[in-house]
């Protein structure tokens, strides 16, 4: 089950309009027993450069989990670890940007085949 997990965690696709080689993402996967998993996602950002959160107008940070329809259920919300700082901009209101580093997680369940 862990490899297939594994499998699944290597489809995740990030999407984050950035310059090459500007974000560097690692995943790992925490096994809380039970078919229950955690996905952690994280983003070591190069200095002076960031990524948006999810609130965002035009480019928020989305993750994008793909897996087989039926095998794998996400529990809850992905969940920001990292705190954004505060940003504003006249044209696209308040939110926020991660810089060096933000942390995400997810939780999913593995059906039982």
Known sequence: MRKFLLTIL???SFTALAQDNTVEWQQQVKDNGNGSYTLVIKAEIA???HIYDGTHMVT???IQFNYPE????LEGDLRALSKAKPAQDEYFGSYGEYEGEAIFEQDVTLKAK
Do not use: K, N, Q
Request: net charge negative; proline share 8%; charged share 15%.
């Open 10 to 12: 290597a489809l995740v």
């Open 70 to 73: 039926g095998d794998v259920v």
């Open 47 to 49: 200095d002076g450069w």
């Open 60 to 62: 928020p940070t989305t």
